[in-house]
Protein backbone atom coordinates (compact mmCIF):
# COMPACT_ATOMS: atom_id res chain seq x y z
CA UNK A 1 0.00 0.00 0.00
CA UNK A 2 0.87 3.62 -0.59
CA UNK A 3 2.35 5.59 2.45
CA UNK A 4 -0.71 8.14 1.91
CA UNK A 5 -2.85 7.79 4.40
CA UNK A 6 -5.67 5.16 3.85
CA UNK A 7 -9.15 6.14 3.38
CA UNK A 8 -12.73 3.93 2.67
CA UNK A 9 -15.45 5.76 0.40
CA UNK A 10 -18.71 4.24 0.40
CA UNK A 11 -20.66 7.24 0.33
CA UNK A 12 -22.10 7.02 -3.27
CA UNK A 13 -25.73 5.64 -2.48
CA UNK A 14 -25.23 8.08 1.15
CA UNK A 15 -28.89 8.73 2.99
CA UNK A 16 -28.73 10.07 6.79
CA UNK A 17 -31.40 7.54 6.81
CA UNK A 18 -28.96 4.32 6.01
CA UNK A 19 -25.50 6.04 7.34
CA UNK A 20 -25.32 3.83 10.14
CA UNK A 21 -24.84 0.20 7.19
CA UNK A 22 -21.78 1.11 5.47
CA UNK A 23 -20.36 1.46 8.39
CA UNK A 24 -21.27 -1.75 9.33
CA UNK A 25 -20.35 -3.78 6.48
CA UNK A 26 -16.80 -2.05 6.75
CA UNK A 27 -16.20 -2.92 9.94
CA UNK A 28 -16.81 -6.81 9.17
CA UNK A 29 -14.60 -6.37 6.34
CA UNK A 30 -11.45 -4.87 8.14
CA UNK A 31 -12.54 -8.03 10.89
CA UNK A 32 -11.87 -10.59 8.62
CA UNK A 33 -8.86 -8.90 7.11
CA UNK A 34 -7.16 -8.73 10.30
CA UNK A 35 -8.22 -12.62 10.73
CA UNK A 36 -6.82 -13.35 7.15
CA UNK A 37 -3.23 -11.77 9.20
CA UNK A 38 -3.17 -8.39 7.30
CA UNK A 39 -2.01 -6.74 10.49
CA UNK A 40 0.24 -4.52 9.21
CA UNK A 41 -2.41 -3.02 6.10
CA UNK A 42 -3.69 0.69 7.47
CA UNK A 43 -7.17 -0.19 7.73
CA UNK A 44 -9.92 2.74 8.40
CA UNK A 45 -11.59 2.34 11.90
CA UNK A 46 -14.74 3.59 9.44
CA UNK A 47 -16.22 5.24 5.89
CA UNK A 48 -15.42 8.63 5.04
CA UNK A 49 -18.22 10.78 3.75
CA UNK A 50 -16.75 12.04 0.48
CA UNK A 51 -18.37 10.31 -2.69
CA UNK A 52 -15.84 12.58 -5.11
CA UNK A 53 -12.93 10.24 -5.42
CA UNK A 54 -11.01 12.13 -7.91
CA UNK A 55 -10.45 14.58 -4.65
CA UNK A 56 -9.72 11.33 -2.25
CA UNK A 57 -6.74 9.85 -4.96
CA UNK A 58 -4.20 12.49 -4.81
CA UNK A 59 -3.78 12.34 -1.13
CA UNK A 60 -5.22 9.22 0.17
CA UNK A 61 -5.03 5.88 -0.65
CA UNK A 62 -8.57 4.19 -1.80
CA UNK A 63 -8.73 0.80 0.60
CA UNK A 64 -11.92 0.29 -0.32
CA UNK A 65 -14.88 2.54 -2.19
CA UNK A 66 -17.18 2.88 -4.58
CA UNK A 67 -17.49 5.02 -7.54
CA UNK A 68 -19.87 6.17 -10.42
CA UNK A 69 -18.89 4.06 -13.84
CA UNK A 70 -18.54 7.14 -15.83
CA UNK A 71 -14.69 8.03 -13.78
CA UNK A 72 -13.91 4.69 -13.23
CA UNK A 73 -13.94 4.55 -17.01
CA UNK A 74 -12.85 8.22 -17.26
CA UNK A 75 -10.66 10.41 -14.98
CA UNK A 76 -10.18 7.81 -13.11
CA UNK A 77 -8.73 4.89 -15.12
CA UNK A 78 -6.06 3.29 -14.44
CA UNK A 79 -6.08 4.92 -11.20
CA UNK A 80 -7.96 2.57 -9.24
CA UNK A 81 -8.78 -1.53 -8.90
CA UNK A 82 -11.84 -3.19 -9.76
CA UNK A 83 -13.38 -5.25 -6.83
CA UNK A 84 -16.68 -6.63 -7.86
CA UNK A 85 -19.82 -5.14 -9.17
CA UNK A 86 -22.66 -5.11 -6.70
CA UNK A 87 -25.90 -6.67 -7.47
CA UNK A 88 -29.10 -4.68 -5.94
CA UNK A 89 -32.60 -5.60 -5.30
CA UNK A 90 -33.83 -2.49 -7.37
CA UNK A 91 -36.77 -1.91 -9.65
CA UNK A 92 -34.32 -1.54 -13.49
CA UNK A 93 -31.38 -3.51 -12.10
CA UNK A 94 -30.61 -6.77 -13.60
CA UNK A 95 -28.03 -8.72 -12.43
CA UNK A 96 -24.80 -6.42 -11.64
CA UNK A 97 -26.79 -4.37 -14.24
CA UNK A 98 -28.54 -1.20 -13.78
CA UNK A 99 -30.30 1.74 -15.59
CA UNK A 100 -31.61 5.54 -14.70
CA UNK A 101 -35.03 6.13 -14.74
CA UNK A 102 -36.21 9.05 -17.13
CA UNK A 103 -38.45 11.29 -14.50
CA UNK A 104 -41.07 14.09 -14.88
CA UNK A 105 -43.76 15.65 -12.58
CA UNK A 106 -46.55 13.45 -12.23
CA UNK A 107 -49.28 16.19 -13.79
CA UNK A 108 -46.53 17.27 -16.98
CA UNK A 109 -47.76 16.79 -20.24
CA UNK A 110 -44.33 15.24 -20.91
CA UNK A 111 -45.22 11.75 -21.87
CA UNK A 112 -42.55 10.22 -24.60
CA UNK A 113 -38.91 10.35 -25.08
CA UNK A 114 -39.32 13.19 -27.71
CA UNK A 115 -41.64 15.27 -26.07
CA UNK A 116 -38.73 16.53 -24.00
CA UNK A 117 -37.05 18.13 -26.47
CA UNK A 118 -37.01 21.85 -26.08
CA UNK A 119 -36.93 21.31 -22.41
CA UNK A 120 -35.03 21.57 -19.06
CA UNK A 121 -33.33 18.83 -17.84
CA UNK A 122 -31.69 18.45 -14.12
CA UNK A 123 -28.52 17.15 -13.96
CA UNK A 124 -26.27 15.96 -10.65
CA UNK A 125 -23.20 16.43 -12.18
CA UNK A 126 -21.73 15.99 -16.17
CA UNK A 127 -19.10 13.35 -15.57
CA UNK A 128 -22.53 10.70 -14.24
CA UNK A 129 -23.37 7.61 -15.92
CA UNK A 130 -27.01 7.41 -14.25
CA UNK A 131 -27.73 11.67 -14.11
CA UNK A 132 -26.12 12.34 -17.94
CA UNK A 133 -24.21 9.95 -19.54
CA UNK A 134 -27.02 7.48 -20.12
CA UNK A 135 -29.83 10.35 -20.79
CA UNK A 136 -27.50 11.62 -23.20
CA UNK A 137 -27.08 8.97 -25.21
CA UNK A 138 -30.45 7.59 -24.92
CA UNK A 139 -32.22 11.01 -26.60
CA UNK A 140 -29.05 11.40 -28.96
CA UNK A 141 -31.28 9.64 -31.99
CA UNK A 142 -33.87 12.10 -31.59
CA UNK A 143 -31.40 15.54 -31.25
CA UNK A 144 -31.10 18.11 -33.69
CA UNK A 145 -27.74 18.99 -34.88
CA UNK A 146 -26.47 17.57 -31.74
CA UNK A 147 -29.49 19.66 -29.58
CA UNK A 148 -32.24 18.25 -27.14
CA UNK A 149 -32.88 20.01 -24.40
CA UNK A 150 -33.01 23.77 -24.11
CA UNK A 151 -31.37 24.24 -21.25
CA UNK A 152 -29.60 22.21 -18.00
CA UNK A 153 -29.62 23.41 -14.22
CA UNK A 154 -26.79 21.29 -12.11
CA UNK A 155 -28.32 20.05 -8.60
CA UNK A 156 -25.13 18.67 -7.14
CA UNK A 157 -27.04 15.46 -6.33
CA UNK A 158 -29.82 12.85 -8.06
CA UNK A 159 -31.86 13.75 -4.53
CA UNK A 160 -31.52 17.60 -5.48
CA UNK A 161 -32.37 16.68 -9.19
CA UNK A 162 -35.87 14.95 -7.85
CA UNK A 163 -36.74 18.14 -5.96
CA UNK A 164 -35.80 20.54 -8.77
CA UNK A 165 -38.47 18.39 -10.89
CA UNK A 166 -40.97 18.06 -8.48
CA UNK A 167 -40.66 22.29 -7.82
CA UNK A 168 -40.94 23.10 -11.52
CA UNK A 169 -36.94 24.22 -11.57
CA UNK A 170 -36.64 21.56 -14.60
CA UNK A 171 -38.68 19.08 -16.68
CA UNK A 172 -36.48 16.10 -16.19
CA UNK A 173 -34.09 14.54 -15.02
CA UNK A 174 -32.64 11.08 -15.25
CA UNK A 175 -31.85 8.88 -11.61
CA UNK A 176 -30.27 5.94 -10.87
CA UNK A 177 -32.30 3.32 -9.99
CA UNK A 178 -30.82 2.39 -7.15
CA UNK A 179 -31.21 5.55 -5.86
CA UNK A 180 -35.22 5.71 -6.77
CA UNK A 181 -35.47 2.68 -4.91
CA UNK A 182 -33.83 3.58 -1.54
CA UNK A 183 -35.75 7.36 -1.83
CA UNK A 184 -38.47 5.16 -1.87
CA UNK A 185 -38.06 2.74 0.37
CA UNK A 186 -36.71 5.06 3.16
CA UNK A 187 -38.30 8.58 1.84
CA UNK A 188 -41.21 8.42 0.36
CA UNK A 189 -41.83 11.89 -0.29
CA UNK A 190 -38.85 12.57 -2.38
CA UNK A 191 -40.46 10.46 -5.05
CA UNK A 192 -43.73 11.03 -4.81
CA UNK A 193 -45.58 13.82 -7.54
CA UNK A 194 -42.82 12.13 -10.20
CA UNK A 195 -43.52 10.05 -13.23
CA UNK A 196 -41.25 7.95 -15.01
CA UNK A 197 -41.48 7.98 -18.69
CA UNK A 198 -38.60 5.66 -19.82
CA UNK A 199 -35.65 3.98 -18.38
CA UNK A 200 -31.96 4.05 -20.19
CA UNK A 201 -29.59 1.43 -21.62
CA UNK A 202 -28.35 -0.65 -18.68
CA UNK A 203 -24.71 -0.72 -17.68
CA UNK A 204 -22.85 -2.09 -14.78
CA UNK A 205 -23.36 -1.12 -11.38
CA UNK A 206 -21.14 1.13 -9.50
CA UNK A 207 -17.97 -0.61 -8.82
CA UNK A 208 -16.62 -1.65 -5.28
CA UNK A 209 -12.65 -0.49 -5.96
CA UNK A 210 -9.60 -0.14 -4.30
CA UNK A 211 -6.09 1.70 -5.34
CA UNK A 212 -4.23 0.76 -7.88
CA UNK A 213 -1.39 0.17 -5.97
CA UNK A 214 -3.17 -2.24 -3.64
CA UNK A 215 -1.26 -5.28 -3.38
CA UNK A 216 -2.48 -8.41 -5.27
CA UNK A 217 -2.86 -10.16 -1.66
CA UNK A 218 -4.48 -7.58 -0.22
CA UNK A 219 -6.64 -7.27 -3.28
CA UNK A 220 -7.35 -11.11 -2.48
CA UNK A 221 -8.38 -10.64 0.78
CA UNK A 222 -10.90 -7.81 0.01
CA UNK A 223 -12.42 -9.61 -2.19
CA UNK A 224 -12.83 -12.65 0.61
CA UNK A 225 -13.87 -10.27 3.72
CA UNK A 226 -16.55 -8.56 1.18
CA UNK A 227 -17.75 -11.75 -0.03
CA UNK A 228 -18.23 -12.87 3.92
CA UNK A 229 -19.77 -9.40 4.57
CA UNK A 230 -22.38 -10.25 1.99
CA UNK A 231 -23.02 -13.62 3.37
CA UNK A 232 -22.89 -12.60 6.92
CA UNK A 233 -26.19 -13.27 8.68
CA UNK A 234 -25.59 -10.54 11.06
CA UNK A 235 -24.95 -7.85 7.96
CA UNK A 236 -29.09 -9.08 6.60
CA UNK A 237 -30.27 -5.88 8.29
CA UNK A 238 -27.51 -3.54 6.85
CA UNK A 239 -27.70 -5.24 3.60
CA UNK A 240 -31.32 -4.61 3.37
CA UNK A 241 -31.31 -1.23 4.15
CA UNK A 242 -29.41 -0.62 0.98
CA UNK A 243 -30.97 -2.98 -1.29
CA UNK A 244 -27.84 -4.94 -1.73
CA UNK A 245 -27.54 -8.36 -2.69
CA UNK A 246 -24.43 -9.70 -3.44
CA UNK A 247 -21.72 -9.04 -5.91
CA UNK A 248 -20.41 -9.95 -9.48
CA UNK A 249 -16.99 -10.54 -10.65
CA UNK A 250 -17.19 -8.69 -14.01
CA UNK A 251 -14.39 -8.06 -16.13
CA UNK A 252 -13.20 -4.04 -16.31
CA UNK A 253 -14.33 -4.57 -19.85
CA UNK A 254 -17.53 -4.73 -18.95
CA UNK A 255 -17.57 -1.06 -18.10
CA UNK A 256 -16.51 -0.36 -21.64
CA UNK A 257 -19.91 0.14 -22.53
CA UNK A 258 -20.08 3.57 -20.67
CA UNK A 259 -17.22 5.09 -23.06
CA UNK A 260 -19.02 3.50 -25.87
CA UNK A 261 -22.49 5.61 -24.60
CA UNK A 262 -20.54 8.67 -23.91
CA UNK A 263 -19.17 8.29 -27.82
CA UNK A 264 -23.07 8.18 -28.94
CA UNK A 265 -24.31 10.87 -26.65
CA UNK A 266 -25.25 14.36 -27.35
CA UNK A 267 -22.90 17.32 -25.74
CA UNK A 268 -24.65 19.37 -22.39
CA UNK A 269 -26.93 21.92 -23.03
CA UNK A 270 -26.06 25.57 -22.08
CA UNK A 271 -26.78 26.05 -18.42
CA UNK A 272 -30.01 27.78 -17.48
CA UNK A 273 -29.04 31.05 -15.95
CA UNK A 274 -28.94 30.72 -11.87
CA UNK A 275 -28.32 27.37 -12.33
Given amino acids: MSERPAVVSLAMYALPETEWAPGALWRRIATDMRR???????????????????????????????????PFTHSLAGRLQLLG???????????????????VRAESSLRTLGDLRG?????????????????AALVAPLALRGNFFSSARISG?????????????ADVAAIDCVT???????????????????ETEAAPALPFVTDADTQPEVVSALKRALLGAL???????????????WIEDLPPAAYDVIPEMASRAIPPPPLRPGG
Fill in 85 to 103: TPIYDAPGCRGPLYRSLVV
Fill in 36 to 70: QGLREVALPKDVDGVHDMAALIPNRTIVFGQTCGF
Fill in 119 to 135: HVVAVNSWDSQSGWNAL
Fill in 157 to 169: SHVQSLAAVRAGH
Fill in 231 to 245: ADPALAEARSELLLN
Fill in 180 to 198: FALLHKHRRAAVTGLRVIA
